[in-house]
């Protein structure tokens, strides 16, 4: 399996350039800045940290003076005035005729943001969104709201190779299998365009609404099967793991199993494939990118 060098990241400022919605459920927003000439990643499920503004602010708080003390300086701001801060995936990059980066796209969940809001749906009544939006966590909020030139920071690598992308598959790997719930669609969407022609790929994924489902671009000889919540919340157990475990697996010793999404379900996923499917613990990438009943500041706090 390979290993990432230690690499350096660093901040970018960067505004919006424009929105696109996917879904009732995904927004995705296309980033750009001078700074981005500087930023590197080879792709895959490269994670990335976001910076957003409180309403009312024109950017985001992070007392960057403070250099290597930005963190503790973060922290220690008001909440209502410290910056939002996110974890999200590098959906797709651009370079110019340079090879430098000029844009990156990231999708965004839009929990508790009705399919009407955003930019660019029509507008409904005020009291309508304003329900939704009190429902909705602060990065739905900007993200339902983002309009061209609002401001933003990046946390993000200035080496391509660098520890923050989680998918790496063994040389030897002759299936890859992924399971994601929305909140990593986006990532389990970017490797699936990594992966070489003929490469076995075998995909489950569960999103809120059928609107949520996309064309998944791939060279890859894989199958994708969706899973459809009608609007309901995540259940005590994937929507997929029935599927997952009728699915044959004829070579066990063989497999990259790539799992992210909530915490909770990625846990019982991991345990089937290492406990019930012998697949070696080595050969299997779990994240938690939410954990049920906790706001991100929470699951930070215990992590």
Same mark, same amino acid.
């Given at each position: ?12 400022? &960067?505004?919006v ?7 009732? %459920?995904?927004?995705? @927003? ?10 590197? %990643? ?24 403070? #250099? ?8 220690? &701001? ?9 974890s ?21 969940v839009l929990?508790?943001? +009705? ?6 749906a029509?507008?409904?009544? /005020? %009291? ?11 990065? %739905? ?5 983002a /309009?061209?030139?609002?401001? @933003?920071?990046?946390? #993000? !690598? ?10 790496r ?9 992924l ?13 699936l ?7 076995? /790929? ?5 999103v809120?609404?059928? #609107? ?11 199958? @994708? ?5 009608? +609007? ?8 997929? &793991? ?7 697996l004829?070579? !066990?010793?063989?497999?990259?199993v ?12 991991r345990?089937?494939?290492? +406990? ?7 050969r299997?990438?779990?994240v938690?990118?939410?954990?049920? +009943? ?7 706090? &215990?992590?």
């Amino acid at each position: 399996m390979t290993t990432a060098v230690a690499a350096p990241f660093r901040f970018f400022a &960067l505004q919006v350039a424009g929105t696109r919605r996917l879904g009732p %459920s995904l927004v995705r @927003v296309t980033f750009t800045g001078p700074e981005l000439r500087d930023f590197r %990643s080879d792709g895959r499920d490269q994670s990335l940290s976001l910076f957003l503004p409180h309403p009312g602010q024109t950017e985001p708080v992070v007392p960057l003076e403070l #250099g290597e003390g930005w963190w503790q300086g973060w922290r220690e &701001l008001p909440d209502d005035v410290r910056a939002v801060m996110r974890s999200y995936t590098l959906r797709a990059l651009r370079a110019d005729a340079l090879g430098r980066t000029a844009e990156i796209d990231v999708d965004f969940v839009l929990h508790g943001v +009705g399919a009407e809001a955003g930019p660019s749906a029509a507008a409904g009544p /005020a %009291s309508r969104w304003a329900a939704r939006a009190a429902a909705a966590g602060p990065a %739905s909020r900007w993200a339902a709201r983002a /309009a061209a030139g609002d401001r @933003v920071l990046l946390l #993000g !690598p200035a080496v391509a190779d660098n520890r923050a992308i989680r998918f790496r598959p063994p040389e030897d790997a002759s299936t890859v299998l992924l399971w994601a719930d929305e909140t990593a669609v986006p990532a389990a969407a970017a490797v699936l365009e990594s992966l070489p022609a003929g490469a076995r /790929a075998r995909v489950w994924l569960e999103v809120p609404h059928a #609107g949520d489902v996309q064309e998944l671009p791939t060279a890859a000889d894989a199958e @994708v099967t969706w899973f459809v919540r009608d +609007g309901c919340a995540a259940p005590d157990v994937p929507l997929a &793991l029935d599927a997952v475990r009728e699915t044959p697996l004829p070579s !066990p010793g063989r497999a990259y199993v790539w799992i992210a999404g909530e915490s909770g379900h990625v846990k019982l996923l991991r345990r089937h494939f290492v +406990g019930e499917r012998g697949v070696d613990r080595r050969r299997v990438t779990f994240v938690g990118y939410w954990r049920r +009943g906790l706001t991100e500041e929470q699951l930070r706090e &215990l992590t």
